[in-house]
């Protein structure tokens, strides 16, 4: 990495206001306060172990290169950096068949607003040693604490994957395909991502007539709905060309912002202590709220 | 009304005002103090033991959150309990604690097999609710070896592991929400059905908090596509070392089987004669490996594994050859337990985690402990995870073997977090390893864990004192009582 972990601390030092920032890509730091960068780069790619583990600065396409030569891949959003993916914790486009970015998090190292080095989670594939910080922190945005180095889970990258299209409904392939990738919607046309062996993808795509496609359509960008999977149908009297859903997960990309959702008061209150825990003072990425309303 | 009192009444005056509360708010037959209901709850699957205050059985929501407002309102620590089926000593009751059981509140709410969600309640049985849903094509991922007699509630307190948890991960990848009472008495909703639900992911934070953050009362459960094929292999080896190899050489390879478990001599020595399934006895381990998918993938792989499995010097392979051969291996790793009777009537079960990698030096030094405290060990364990689990075999009736298996047990913990492992697989910290925390953690991570711990309960009534050592308050209160250990 080219910073240690202690001299990132020693930048996000102890007190006064401070915020990180990665690339930016993903809405940037907090302006006007004295602004720090997680170290960057990779410390070890083992796929014998189906771990890496990096530096929260490291860039997901550097990331995702290294890991691709050794065969292996990591459920990272593409784009900006690794630390900046996991603050805003959202997964990509391949939910549906990898699971959450936040299950792939083995162990973080992070700072604290203390401005120490703390450990949560463990370097193995399987770890319930203690209460799990890796998940809390994914998603965070910063306000807890600030992602210094990660471990991650990897996976083997498939022997084979391909997108297809079809004129068709969406549940009957969700219901009917064995353990599709992706299955996204615009109300009218089907795009399907399979992969595994060359034979398998062949003959689900055969059986539903699925048609190769380039890849998956442009995605609105306007809004990023998160709603329950079994409210997707409803979208269909949106007009052609809103949105584009993704089927099986709820994840709407759209071209109006998300509805407002309301937050219940015991939850509320429950994020409140947690700050106030994690971070008295309010110094970390000031401003900054991970919940609608703030 | 008064509570149910099945012997002389000896409760403490202050929990005769807390039982009296509880009656108030539950029906007189759901809260119980005699000497069979704290007795019979004084323990889970493990060790530890402490007689309960108050048992009280929840039948709804409502019952969960009126027990818990009367223990925040009268200051009194409460503990979750499923099926106790716990390793760890976490639904052990803390003292005077009032010992909230789920175990009636055991209804599969619904079922969407195309989304593959469902909402059930804590005290649906972990294989029931696959078996239920078996004719959907889905099933819940999760699968420990206690899956027969354990709770979902206890899967989400313990972020529960099992055999085919190598390819899809553990609970944690498994709970979409959770209804849960928080240990103030409000009820709330974390996660949701939804991907992305608004704030912080307190679902996360509540699974595998061993019931230390509140009471979840109904949960959101991920369902998985049954597998249209599948292949599971039996193979065999001269050494432990060679089979370990072999573990690492699939994964390397790029493959991800469902399972990969490995047995040792002695047990599968203790198997096969409860059994009678031909295992090769005359091994030294054997590896059970089971391939799913869509049938090109799983052949090719099949053929793969052969391959690999020949560079490692197997001795013999055999694929079950129907259902009902598979479901007889199955047998013999899941019956493993019980068949250790015929060795020792005890057994000390470990839960560890070590790097793949690392398998088998950790393995040699779990068979060397056990040597020098002159005890059996017999291995069984998620080889794919890395996740070991030594049986150590006694007899409690010989003098002094408890304090031996205790030793050996510990050095077998600090062995395998010396070698870049952890602490617990899948079994949790509870009481069990509590004191053994820093192994892994600083005092400044162990903080960290605790803030948010009161964050959640700033009252610490929510199944007090287990997880996390509190050296700054080693009073007491925080001290395994003498003779907990049994």
């Given at each position: 990495m080219d910073l240690t972990l202690d001299e990132f601390a020693d930048a996000v030092g102890r007190s006064g206001a401070v915020s990180i920032t990665g690339?930016?890509?993903?809405?940037?730091p907090v302006r006007s306060v004295p602004i720090v960068r997680a170290p960057a780069g990779i410390v070890s790619v083992d796929p014998a172990e189906m771990t890496v583990c990096c530096g929260a600065g490291t860039p997901v396409d550097e990331l995702a290169e290294a890991l691709a030569e050794q065969g292996q891949r990591v459920v990272l959003p593409p784009g900006g950096t690794v630390g900046g993916a996991m603050a805003v914790g959202r997964s990509d486009l391949r939910r549906l068949g990898?699971?959450?970015?936040?299950?792939?998090?083995l162990q973080v190292r992070y700072v604290s607003a203390a401005g120490e080095v703390v450990k949560a989670g463990g370097?193995?594939?399987?770890n319930v040693s203690g209460f799990d910080l890796c998940r809390l922190l994914v998603g965070s945005r910063g306000t807890l604490g600030f992602f210094g180095e990660v471990i991650f889970r990897t996976r083997p990258v498939a022997r084979f994957q391909g997108w297809y299209a079809v004129d068709g409904d969406p549940w009957d392939l969700l219901a009917g395909?064995?353990?599709?990738?992706s299955v996204l919607w615009d109300g009218i046309r089907t795009w399907v991502l399979l992969e595994g062996h060359p034979d398998d993808v062949a003959a689900q795509a055969a059986r539903f007539d699925l048609r190769p496609a380039e890849g998956p359509p442009d995605l609105p960008t306007g809004g990023r709905w998160s709603l329950?999977?079994?409210?997707?149908?409803?979208?269909?009297?949106?007009?052609?060309?809103t949105f584009v859903a993704e089927i099986g997960v709820g994840v709407v990309h759209h071209v109006d912002p998300p509805p407002s959702r309301p937050v219940d008061p015991a939850t509320r209150r429950l994020h409140e202590r947690l700050k106030q825990r994690f971070d008295p003072a309010g110094r970390l990425n000031p401003g900054v709220s991970v919940l609608a309303g703030d | 009304m008064r509570p149910r009192r099945h012997a002389a009444d000896d409760l403490p005056p202050r929990l005769v005002a807390v039982a009296d509360a509880l009656c108030r708010r539950l029906?007189?037959?759901?809260?119980r103090v005699g000497a069979t209901e704290t007795h019979l709850y004084r323990?889970?699957?493990?060790?530890m033991s402490s007689p309960a205050g108050i048992v009280c059985f929840a039948e709804s929501t409502d019952d969960v959150r009126a027990v818990v407002e009367v223990a925040h309102r009268t200051g009194t620590p409460f503990v979750a309990r499923g099926s106790?089926?716990?390793?760890?000593?976490?639904?052990?009751?803390?003292?005077g604690a009032i010992v909230v059981s789920?175990?009636?509140?055991?209804?599969?709410?619904?079922?969407?097999h195309v989304n593959r969600l469902a909402w059930v309640e804590p005290g649906v049985l972990n294989l029931d609710l696959s078996r239920r849903i078996a004719h959907l094509g889905v099933h819940f991922a999760p699968d420990p070896s206690s899956q027969q007699t354990c709770s979902i509630g206890g899967n989400v307190a313990n972020n529960s592991g099992g055999?085919?948890?190598?390819?899809?991960?553990?609970t944690s990848a498994h709970v979409h929400a959770l209804e849960v009472v928080l240990p103030d008495g409000s009820v709330t909703v974390f996660g949701?059905?939804?991907p992305e639900p608004e704030g912080y992911d307190l679902r996360g934070a509540f699974v595998g908090s061993e019931g230390m953050l509140g009471i979840a009362t109904k949960v959101c459960v991920r369902l998985m596509h049954n597998p249209p094929a599948v292949a599971t292999l039996l193979l065999d080896f001269a050494t432990v070392r060679d089979g370990a190899q072999l573990v690492s050489d699939v994964i390397a390879d790029g493959m991800v089987p469902a399972a990969m478990e490995m047995m040792d001599q002695l047990c599968l020595r203790a198997v096969e004669q409860y059994?009678?399934?031909?295992?090769?006895?005359?091994?030294a381990a054997a590896l059970l490996i089971e391939v799913v998918g869509l049938p090109a993938a799983v052949e090719a792989d099949v053929g793969r594994i052969g391959e690999l499995a020949a560079a490692c010097g197997v001795g013999g392979i055999r694929v079950a050859a129907d259902e009902a051969e598979r479901a007889l291996l199955w047998k013999g790793r899941k019956s493993a337990f019980g068949a250790i009777a015929n060795i020792e009537p005890n057994y000390y079960l470990h839960d560890t985690v070590v790097p793949r990698h690392r398998l088998p030096d950790v393995l040699e030094q779990v068979y060397e402990i056990a040597g020098r405290y002159d005890l059996k060990v017999l291995n069984v364990f998620h080889a794919g995870d890395g996740n070991l689990h030594p049986l150590l075999l006694y007899d409690?009736?010989?003098?002094?073997v408890r304090e031996r298996v205790k030793a050996a047990g510990e050095e077998i913990v600090r062995a395998s977090v010396a070698a870049?492992?952890?602490?617990?697989?899948?079994?949790?910290?509870?009481?069990?390893k509590r004191d053994l925390m820093p192994l892994m953690f600083s005092q400044v991570d162990l903080a960290a864990q605790e803030a948010m711990r009161q964050a959640f309960d700033p009252a610490l009534l929510?199944?007090?004192?287990?997880?996390l050592p509190n050296p700054a308050t080693c009073g007491d209160i925080h001290r395994i009582p003498e003779g907990a250990w049994i």
């Amino acid at each position: 990495m080219d910073l240690t972990l202690d001299e990132f601390a020693d930048a996000v030092g102890r007190s006064g206001a401070v915020s990180i920032t990665g690339d930016g890509t993903r809405g940037g730091p907090v302006r006007s306060v004295p602004i720090v960068r997680a170290p960057a780069g990779i410390v070890s790619v083992d796929p014998a172990e189906m771990t890496v583990c990096c530096g929260a600065g490291t860039p997901v396409d550097e990331l995702a290169e290294a890991l691709a030569e050794q065969g292996q891949r990591v459920v990272l959003p593409p784009g900006g950096t690794v630390g900046g993916a996991m603050a805003v914790g959202r997964s990509d486009l391949r939910r549906l068949g990898d699971g959450a970015l936040r299950d792939a998090v083995l162990q973080v190292r992070y700072v604290s607003a203390a401005g120490e080095v703390v450990k949560a989670g463990g370097p193995t594939v399987k770890n319930v040693s203690g209460f799990d910080l890796c998940r809390l922190l994914v998603g965070s945005r910063g306000t807890l604490g600030f992602f210094g180095e990660v471990i991650f889970r990897t996976r083997p990258v498939a022997r084979f994957q391909g997108w297809y299209a079809v004129d068709g409904d969406p549940w009957d392939l969700l219901a009917g395909l064995y353990r599709p990738v992706s299955v996204l919607w615009d109300g009218i046309r089907t795009w399907v991502l399979l992969e595994g062996h060359p034979d398998d993808v062949a003959a689900q795509a055969a059986r539903f007539d699925l048609r190769p496609a380039e890849g998956p359509p442009d995605l609105p960008t306007g809004g990023r709905w998160s709603l329950p999977p079994s409210a997707l149908p409803a979208l269909s009297s949106e007009g052609p060309g809103t949105f584009v859903a993704e089927i099986g997960v709820g994840v709407v990309h759209h071209v109006d912002p998300p509805p407002s959702r309301p937050v219940d008061p015991a939850t509320r209150r429950l994020h409140e202590r947690l700050k106030q825990r994690f971070d008295p003072a309010g110094r970390l990425n000031p401003g900054v709220s991970v919940l609608a309303g703030d | 009304m008064r509570p149910r009192r099945h012997a002389a009444d000896d409760l403490p005056p202050r929990l005769v005002a807390v039982a009296d509360a509880l009656c108030r708010r539950l029906r007189p037959d759901q809260v119980r103090v005699g000497a069979t209901e704290t007795h019979l709850y004084r323990r889970d699957a493990s060790n530890m033991s402490s007689p309960a205050g108050i048992v009280c059985f929840a039948e709804s929501t409502d019952d969960v959150r009126a027990v818990v407002e009367v223990a925040h309102r009268t200051g009194t620590p409460f503990v979750a309990r499923g099926s106790g089926t716990g390793l760890a000593g976490g639904a052990v009751p803390p003292e005077g604690a009032i010992v909230v059981s789920t175990a009636k509140m055991n209804r599969i709410l619904s079922v969407d097999h195309v989304n593959r969600l469902a909402w059930v309640e804590p005290g649906v049985l972990n294989l029931d609710l696959s078996r239920r849903i078996a004719h959907l094509g889905v099933h819940f991922a999760p699968d420990p070896s206690s899956q027969q007699t354990c709770s979902i509630g206890g899967n989400v307190a313990n972020n529960s592991g099992g055999p085919h948890c190598l390819a899809d991960g553990v609970t944690s990848a498994h709970v979409h929400a959770l209804e849960v009472v928080l240990p103030d008495g409000s009820v709330t909703v974390f996660g949701g059905e939804d991907p992305e639900p608004e704030g912080y992911d307190l679902r996360g934070a509540f699974v595998g908090s061993e019931g230390m953050l509140g009471i979840a009362t109904k949960v959101c459960v991920r369902l998985m596509h049954n597998p249209p094929a599948v292949a599971t292999l039996l193979l065999d080896f001269a050494t432990v070392r060679d089979g370990a190899q072999l573990v690492s050489d699939v994964i390397a390879d790029g493959m991800v089987p469902a399972a990969m478990e490995m047995m040792d001599q002695l047990c599968l020595r203790a198997v096969e004669q409860y059994i009678h399934a031909g295992l090769p006895v005359e091994q030294a381990a054997a590896l059970l490996i089971e391939v799913v998918g869509l049938p090109a993938a799983v052949e090719a792989d099949v053929g793969r594994i052969g391959e690999l499995a020949a560079a490692c010097g197997v001795g013999g392979i055999r694929v079950a050859a129907d259902e009902a051969e598979r479901a007889l291996l199955w047998k013999g790793r899941k019956s493993a337990f019980g068949a250790i009777a015929n060795i020792e009537p005890n057994y000390y079960l470990h839960d560890t985690v070590v790097p793949r990698h690392r398998l088998p030096d950790v393995l040699e030094q779990v068979y060397e402990i056990a040597g020098r405290y002159d005890l059996k060990v017999l291995n069984v364990f998620h080889a794919g995870d890395g996740n070991l689990h030594p049986l150590l075999l006694y007899d409690a009736t010989e003098e002094g073997v408890r304090e031996r298996v205790k030793a050996a047990g510990e050095e077998i913990v600090r062995a395998s977090v010396a070698a870049g492992g952890v602490l617990s697989g899948e079994h949790g910290i509870g009481l069990e390893k509590r004191d053994l925390m820093p192994l892994m953690f600083s005092q400044v991570d162990l903080a960290a864990q605790e803030a948010m711990r009161q964050a959640f309960d700033p009252a610490l009534l929510a199944n007090p004192n287990k997880v996390l050592p509190n050296p700054a308050t080693c009073g007491d209160i925080h001290r395994i009582p003498e003779g907990a250990w049994i």
